[in-house]
């Protein structure tokens, strides 16, 4: 069972993902635009945009319009039960936002595309729940974003917020367009893996935007291929040489592959300066660092373990660590990568100390939870037999780096500007097409 010692912040459902993580994407579906019908434009409301307050009143009007009023904001309606706001397609979030379609929802609230007026061009607008929690989080995400923004001159790092206001209780961030996160490319291509060039372009970019952001002295804390996103939609259609995981169903025997490796890191919500607390829990189950669930504080090196579990998943296919509760957890890391640091295990928060059998060793499988449980552990390979299950060159020096990235001791973890001088990106490797 999930330790309910410390409080997840900000995210307090992070862990409550099924197994194979069903989630609304940022690609998800549009919702179906309803049948056109008379409505009266009756509106009265007070808006804060760009700091100043604006109060429309309209009169009922002596006619009625079919569809959604154009260019004027749409009538005031109450969120729904969770904070989220309720719209329309085809309406306006002020006027210089036109609504096209849902994009994806989460637990700080949803992302639409948009069309913006002003510029002519489509944006992502994040419009967070109206609750003063998600509303903190957001304006400490405004906060990163222009301070990102302000030093990453090239732009290349980090998704670029276009504006942000404040609009019926719900703060909305206006970012740049950019294509599918990982994830999603990987969900929607039956989990089938990355050619390992590929992962060596994206693991390039990653370091490179974890150096930026240390740099600054931001941590991010919550890297996912969730939290990765191409910059652009556009695919290539290739013959696949490997059996997926999970086969489609009609028995293709192509793949798709992303036509351009630019990614960009976007969710900053979570994100903390290195002179902050840093006691409570951080990161997506899947992707966190051990000295995360064994309260022994956390720092930079956070952000490199989730980096490890990252580039596993997309040599492979699947999370490395599908779990959900902290003793399979820590079962699952000594199965894959050797047995927990006895210094590491006597400095473990009390609260911990449940996990182990005297302070010696995991309470494991004397522990576990059920058979099921046992088996998921049980089943894991060793990191090195994982890595050239599905490598075909290269191996090696992936392995090296994946062993520096996921070392338990956060000081002796690998830092990402050290990673990034790594033989697996500057030794001259055969090119394999993709």
Partial sequence: MEAQWLAEYPHQAADNRPRKRPRLAWDAAPQLFPPPKAIPMLYCGQELINGNFTTAFLPPPPIYYAGPPRNLSPPWRPDDKD??????????????????????????????????LENQES??????????????????????????GKHDFTGSRCVQIRNW??????????????GPSLYDFLRKNSYRSFPIDLVREFARQILE?????????????????????????????????????????????????????????????????????????VSTRHYRAPEVILGLGWNYPCDLW????????????EALFQTHENLEHLAMMEKV??????????????????????????????GAASRESMKAVWKLPRLQNL??????????DLIDLLQGLLRYDPDERLKARQALQHPFFTRCHRRCGY
């Fill in 83 to 116: 904070g989220h706001y309720v719209f329309t397609l085809g309406e306006t979030l002020t006027p210089r936002y036109r609504i096209l379609s849902k994009m994806g929802e989460g637990t700080f609230g949803q992302v639409l595309e948009c069309w913006d």
């Fill in 123 to 148: 944006v992502a607008i994040k419009i967070v729940r109206s609750l003063q929690k998600y509303r903190e989080a957001a304006m400490i995400e405004i906060d990163v974003l222009q301070r990102l």
């Fill in 165 to 178: 206001f404040d609009y019926r209780n719900h703060i909305c961030i206006v970012f740049e367009k950019l």
């Fill in 209 to 281: 935007s974890v150096t930026f952001m240390h740099d600054l002295r931001l941590i991010h804390t919550d890297l996912k291929p969730e939290n990765i996103l191409l910059v652009s939609p556009d695919t290539i259609r290739v013959h696949d040489y490997k059996i997926p995981i999970r086969p489609p169903k009609d028995g293709s025997v192509f793949k798709n592959l992303p036509k351009s490796s630019a990614i960009k890191l976007i969710d900053f919500g979570s994100t903390t300066f290195d002179h902050q607390d840093h006691n409570y829990v």
């Fill in 306 to 317: 989730s980096v490890g579990c990252i580039l596993v998943e997309l040599c492979s296919g």
């Fill in 337 to 366: 990568l050797g047995p927990l640091p006895k210094h590491m295990i006597a400095r473990a928060d009390r609260r911990a100390e449940k996990y182990f059998r005297r302070g010696l060793r995991l309470d494991w499988p004397e």
């Fill in 387 to 396: 890595v050239m299950q599905h490598v075909d060159h290269s191996a090696g």
